[in-house]
Each structure stands twice: as structure tokens, then as C-alpha cells.
């Protein structure tokens, strides 16, 4: 399946793209919020991150007669040192499109889907070592609780960590959906469909997903210009209580100084919000793709 873009005009357009500058898209993926930047910058420049290589292949086709876009492959937690080998240090943009693509989705053979027989993988980046199949074959019972609680937030996270234990090796993805179903009750393995929260639990651990959010965005506000942007889409609570809390605390005053009359300057905000609740897509969006249905936007500006 095609990817199509979330959010593509409003988080492009809150970047506030001004012709000449710099802008970096941490989140390449098939292109299409990098081709709406592009087409906004006829001197600027955009450096392009993705740690999947299909992608990569992919991008490095549709741009490949656009001189002023620099494709990176690599995780954008690397972002500060990949840019600055390239002799970057400063930014007037980024967007961060987090999660998965429709085609690592529906590619079988990646084992994202809980619909779709594949071995254990889940990598977004195939050159790591550790796979769900790592995850699910030999962690012990208390760091799958844990995961499962902590990134799934499921309910069931014991009984199921208990019934891997129990069925170990699990080779597939189907297989582990068995476990899953055998170890629930059945009323609720139909109407909540834990897989889907257990998946999602082992795809942000074997890609530390939110360890990666957490360190980069502190980074990616310090590399910004005055009047620079960030964007960021996420498309779960845990991901978006991340941005949300890393936005606040840069936006308000450093409680160290909070109250005294004057605020050394470096104590004060280095971030404004722009949007104080996220942008959610129209319900138009949310119909033609239900991938977006999640998605929520927010965007803040550095002063
Ligand atoms: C939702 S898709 C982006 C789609 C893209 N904005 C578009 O319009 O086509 C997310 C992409 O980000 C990549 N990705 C996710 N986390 C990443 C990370 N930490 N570092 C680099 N790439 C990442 C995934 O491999 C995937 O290709």
C-alpha cells in the first residue's frame, strides 16, 4: 500500500518555511512531507533522515534531481553529529513524522502486523541486531511485564508474559497472537484486542522508540535559530505525553528562577508553544485514512 501523509499541509505549513533557510525532515519516509517542504524552498536546504533503508532506496529515487535535499540514513537521534559532519550546526525547521509507514506495515515479511504471518522482526533499522524475536524469546517474566505494562499499556501484561513464558519459542507473529488469545478472556481478547497493544509494547522496545523521542527533542530545540520550528505527529498517548512534557518544560521559565523580579536571560523560555492543544486531523482525513485517526499535531517556535 501507498504511504499517505498525515497532517501534511498543517505541519508543513507550521513550520513556517521561509525560502533560503534550513529545514530537516528527521522522518523521511516515502517522501511526501519532504516533497511538500521541498517544493517550498527554491534556495533553501533539506536534510532528510530515515533509519529504514527500503525507505531510503525509495527517496533517493523520487529526489534524486533535487540537489538542495540530503538524504541521511540513519537514526535521528544521531541528528546533531550526522549534520554536523555535514558542517550544520543550525536549523530553521524540523518535522518529526514518528511510527511506522503504511509500507512497513503491510510489508509481511517485517513483522509489524499482527494480521500478517512473518517472523518476529519489527526493525526498523535492519542492520540492528536486536529483533522482537529477542524480546519474546528471552527476556525474562518481570522485564516483559513491564514492557507490556509500560508501552502496551495492557491490562492482561502478566497472563500473557506468564503464557509466552510457558510456549516459548514463539517463531511468528501469528504465534505470538495465538498466545496472546489463549492467555485473555475471550470476551476480551474480541472486544480490546490486546495484540494490537502487545505489538506496539515489542515494536518501541526492540526500537527504543521513546528513548530516541526523549533525547532528541531536547537537541533539536537547542539546534534551532530564533523563529525556528519543530513539528512533531505522533500517534500515541506515550509518544505525544513526551513531546508534550519536553515542549512545557522549555517553554516556561526554569523553576530554579521562578518569581524573581529580573530572569537571567538563560533562565528564560527557550520555546514558545504555538498550538496549546494539538492539531487533530478533520474528520474528512480521519475517513479517507484511518492511519491518521491517532495522529495528533504540535508545534512549537524558538525565541
Ligand atoms: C510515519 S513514517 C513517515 C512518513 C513521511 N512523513 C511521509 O510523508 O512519507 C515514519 C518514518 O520514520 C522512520 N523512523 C521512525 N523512527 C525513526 C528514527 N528514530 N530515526 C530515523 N527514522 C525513523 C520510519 O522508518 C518511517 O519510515
Known amino acids: 500500500m501507498e504511504h499517505v501523509s498525515v497532517l501534511l499541509n498543517e505541519a508543513v505549513d507550521g513550520l513556517n518555511i521561509r525560502d533560503g533557510k534550513t529545514y530537516v525532515d528527521a522522518t523521511l519516509g516515502y517522501g511526501g512531507h519532504s516533497s511538500e517542504i521541498q517544493k517550498r524552498l527554491k534556495r533553501g536546504f533539506l536534510f532528510a533522515f530515515d533509519q529504514d533503508e527500503t525507505a531510503i532506496e525509495h527517496c533517493q529515487k523520487l529526489f534524486k534531481d533535487d540537489d538542495n535535499v540530503t538524504i541521511i540514513h540513519s537514526n535521528f537521534v544521531n541528528m546533531k553529529e ?24 503491510d510489508d509481511a515479511t517485517r513483522g509489524f502486523s499482527f494480521m500478517k504471518d512473518a517472523p518476529l522482526d519489527m526493525r526498523m533499522d535492519k542492520s540492528k541486531e536486536m529483533s522482537a524475536m529477542t524480546v519474546v524469546n528471552e527476556y525474562d ?25 510457558r510456549e516459548r519459542p514463539i517463531a511468528t507473529t501469528l504465534g505470538l497472537v495465538e498466545v496472546i488469545k489463549k492467555n485473555v478472556p475471550k470476551k476480551y ?26 533525547s532528541v ?13 519543530i513539528s512533531v505527529i505522533t500517534f500515541h498517548s506515550l509518544e505525544d505525553r513526551i513531546t508534550k512534557q519536553i515542549f512545557k518544560k522549555y517553554s516556561e521559565v526554569d523553576s530554579l528562577v521562578k518569581g524573581l523580579p529580573t530572569i537571567p536571560n538563560e533562565f528564560k523560555p ?20 484511518s492511519r491518521s ?7 512549537i517556535e524558538r525565541v
Open 141 to 165: 517474566y518481570a522485564r516483559l511485564v513491564d514492557i507490556f505494562f509500560r508501552y502496551g499499556e495492557e491490562r492482561y501484561s502478566r497472563e500473557i508474559a506468564k503464557g509466552i513464558l
Open 189 to 214: 481478547y474480541l472486544t480490546h484486542h490486546p495484540e494490537r497493544q502487545i505489538f506496539q509494547a515489542i515494536r518501541i522496545e526492540v526500537n527504543k522508540e521513546l528513548n530516541v523521542l526523549e
Open 293 to 299: 485517526k491517532s495522529a495528533k499535531l504540535r508545534i
Open 82 to 105: 550526522e549534520l554536523a559532519k555535514l558542517g550544520v550546526e543550525k536549523v530553521d525547521g524540523i518535522i518529526f513524522d514518528l511510527g511506522l509507514s503504511s509500507p512497513q506495515i
Open 270 to 289: 527557550k520555546i514558545k508553544l504555538i498550538n496549546k492543544k494539538p492539531f487533530i486531523p478533520s474528520e474528512d482525513e480521519m475517513e479517507k485514512n
Open 217 to 229: 527533542l531536547p537537541e533539536a530545540i537547542e539546534m534551532l535559530n530564533p523563529g525556528g520550528r
